[in-house]
C-alpha cells in the first residue's frame, strides 16, 4: 500500500508572497484588515484573524486601517479611490495577475474586443474585467461564445484555468473574427499542479484533493482527478472517512495552490493511520516531499 503526494502541490509563489507579507506586517502590530479573504482558504484566513489581521468584504468597513489587496487583486476604480483617499495599502496582488490586469487593459485600449476565460464571478476575474475600458466579454467554456463576428479580438484566461479549454476557445473565435492577439496568461503554477494531479490520479485507486471548497484552481485539480478515479475534495483531515480506504491500496494526494503546508501534512498523517487500521499495515510509505 502506499501514500503518495503530487510532484506539484499547494502553496504556489503568489499565495507565499501574500500570507507573508500579511505576517511581516502583523509583526508591526499594525491595525489591519484585508479586501476579502486574502486567499481562498478558511484555515489560513482563520490563522490570520488569530493575528488580529480580519477580513472585510466592502471598502466602507476600512475605518483608516491598513488594508491588504489580495493575491486575486481589486477592481482598477476601488484600487483608485483607496488610493484617492490616503488609504495606506499593502498590495499582495500576485504580480502575474497584475501583469494580466496590464494585457486586458492595452488589449482594450488598442481597441480589441477583450474576451477572457474564466469564472465571472470570481475575484480574479472581476478586477481583471475592470482594467479594460471597453465592454468585455467573459466565458466559462467555448461553447458560451456569442456568434457575433469581430473585427480585432484579444484573448487572455483567469490564471487558473485549463490550458485545453483555452485552447479551445482559440479554435472556436478563429473563425469568428478578422484579427486575433492571443496571450497566454495561465500561471505555470497551476499548470505544473494540473499536470502533477493527472499523472498521480493515473496512477492511483483513490484520490484526496485538498484545498478550500471556494478555491477555483483545487476544484480545478479535483475536476481533472474525477475524470481518472474516485476522487474526494476535503478541507481538512476531519473530513475523511474510513470507509473510504476499504479495498484501496494506492492513496495520492494533491493540494491546490492557497492550501498550507500544515493541513497537507495532517491530511497525509490521517491518511496512513487510517490505512493502517482499515487494511492492515502500510507496507509502502513514500516521504513527503517539501515538507
Ligand atoms: S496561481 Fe499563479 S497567478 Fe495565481 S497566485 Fe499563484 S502564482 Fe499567482
Redesign the pocket.
Known amino acids: 500500500m502506499s501514500v503518495r503526494i503530487a510532484k506539484n502541490s499547494g502553496f ?4 507565499k508572497r ?1 500570507i507573508n507579507m500579511a505576517f511581516e506586517a502583523a509583526k508591526q502590530n499594525k491595525n489591519i484588515v484585508t479586501l476579502g479573504p486574502i486567499i481562498h482558504n478558511p484555515q489560513m484566513v482563520k490563522k490570520l484573524e488569530n493575528e488580529n489581521i480580519v477580513h472585510i468584504d466592502d471598502i466602507v468597513e476600512i475605518n483608516h486601517r491598513t488594508t491588504i489587496i489580495r ?2 487583486g481589486i477592481e482598477k476604480n476601488v484600487m483608485e479611490h483607496l488610493e484617492k483617499n490616503g488609504v495606506e495599502l499593502i498590495n499582495a496582488t ?4 497584475s501583469k ?1 490586469q496590464q494585457y486586458a487593459e492595452e488589449l482594450s485600449k488598442q481597441n480589441y474586443q477583450v474576451i477572457i476565460l474564466g469564472d465571472k464571478n470570481h475575484p ?1 476575474v472581476i478586477a481583471l474585467r475592470s482594467y479594460a475600458q471597453k465592454n468585455v466579454i467573459v466565458v466559462a467554456k467555448a461553447d458560451e461564445l456569442p456568434t457575433t463576428k469581430f473585427q480585432k479580438v484579444g484573448i487572455i484566461s483567469q ?2 484555468r485549463r490550458f485545453e479549454d483555452f485552447q479551445n476557445l482559440v479554435d472556436a473565435l478563429l473563425p469568428q473574427c478578422t484579427e486575433m492577439r492571443v496571450i497566454n496568461t495561465i ?4 499548470s505544473v499542479r494540473q499536470i502533477s494531479t493527472l499523472e498521480l490520479a493515473k496512477e492511483s485507486d483513490l484520490m484526496i484533493v485538498i484545498g478550500g471548497k471556494n478555491s477555483s ?1 483545487t476544484k480545478m485539480l479535483a475536476k481533472i482527478s474525477t475524470k481518472f478515479v474516485k476522487t474526494h475534495h476535503v478541507e481538512t483531515a476531519t473530513e475523511i472517512e474510513d470507509s473510504w480506504f476499504s479495498k484501496i491500496e494506492k492513496v495520492g494526494l494533491t493540494a491546490g ?2 492550501t498550507p503546508d500544515w493541513v497537507i501534512v495532517e491530511v497525509y498523517n490521517k491518511v496512513i493511520e487510517i490505512m493502517g487500521n482499515v487494511n492492515g499495515n502500510v507496507e509502502k510509505i513514500e516521504e513527503i516531499p517539501g515538507f
Not at 504556489?12 to 499565495?15: L, N, Q, R
Not at 500561471?187 to 497551476?190: D, I, Q, R, S
Open positions: 504556489c509563489f503568489g499565495v501574500a493575491s486575486h500576485c504580480p502575474y495577475v494580466t480574479e490564471t487558473t500561471c505555470k503554477a497551476t484552481n495552490a492557497s
